[in-house]
């Protein structure tokens, strides 16, 4: 079960206005926390069951549910105003009610709750059409062309490796999986043209064309495979990633990953004997 903040904090007030529902019972006064959650509690309820539909009726109502013989000395002084958002029929409304706590007309009788008001409200006002479930979206008419009016490019885009790839809508394609050969100089500040939150997965040896299309915004790419940290605008930036790229042996067009050395081993001094 999983509940929302919400949801939780509901049921602390039910179980602290038990509480007080049981030691009232036993004619013990409450204290502070106690008659807070009860009055709240019983508000709720009310909202709950479409017993007291009218908003100034409820206010009205928050203010007879406890006497000031049913809390400890100070307590009615203390809680001056009182706010809960209770839900209603027609939506959740914040409940003030003023001085909840007052003085018992007549005899001080044992705790009970109080009668409820009676208000009459036509049924129309409740009335809000045909109701739709959670979650449902209505379209509108026609199609949405993604990524319309944006400069795009195609390349084909080859997995040399051993194992699958995939690479998401709106990663740097210049920074993609060293095993995937392509024109990385050509792709550089691209990505692939292809829904947000989708991915194009390549199996060992596959190639596809591909169409990129170039970010939007800022323009500014960072983290990723950290090769390029910097404005993909920058032709300095490029050469920089371009240079990165091959010393860490990322494969580009026409090559492979299980010949293709890294460029640190290349260059590596051999060991004396």
Not at 35 to 42: K, Q, R, T, V
Not at 74 to 103: S, Y
Not at 163 to 178: C, D, F, M, T, W
């Amino acid at each position: 079960m999983h509940l929302t903040i919400r949801e939780e904090e509901r049921l602390q007030i039910w179980t602290l206005a038990e509480m007080g529902r049981r030691r009232l019972a036993k004619g013990v006064k409450l204290n502070y926390p106690e008659a807070a959650a009860l009055i709240c509690d019983e508000i709720m309820e009310r909202a709950c069951e479409g017993c007291i539909p009218m908003l100034v009726d409820m206010m009205d109502y928050g203010a007879t549910i406890l006497k000031t013989h049913h809390v400890m000395d100070g307590v009615p002084e203390m809680m001056k105003i009182l706010q809960v958002e209770a839900v209603f029929e027609d939506g959740t409304k914040l409940v003030t009610v003023m001085n909840p706590i007052r003085e018992a007309e007549g005899e001080k009788l044992p705790w009970a709750p109080p009668p409820i008001p009676r208000s009459v409200v036509p049924d129309e006002s409740f009335d809000v059409g045909d109701t739709l479930p959670p979650g449902y979206i209505e379209f509108g008419e026609g199609d949405i062309e993604i990524n319309a009016g944006r400069e795009t490019i195609e390349l084909v885009l080859t997995n040399t490796g051993d194992r699958p790839i995939q690479i998401g809508a709106h990663y740097h394609l210049v920074e993609a999986n060293k095993a995937m050969a392509f024109d990385r100089e050509a792709a550089f500040g691209f990505r692939l043209d292809i829904p947000s939150g989708t991915a194009l997965r390549f199996e060992p040896g596959q190639s596809r064309k591909c169409q990129l299309t170039r970010f939007a915004g800022a323009q500014v790419s960072m983290g990723m495979n950290d090769m390029t940290n910097g404005s993909m605008r920058s032709e300095e930036t490029r050469k920089l990633t371009m240079k990165k790229l091959r010393e860490h042996g990322y494969c580009f067009e026409g090559e492979r990953a299980s010949n293709k050395p890294r460029a640190d081993a290349a260059n590596a001094t051999p060991a004396k004997p």
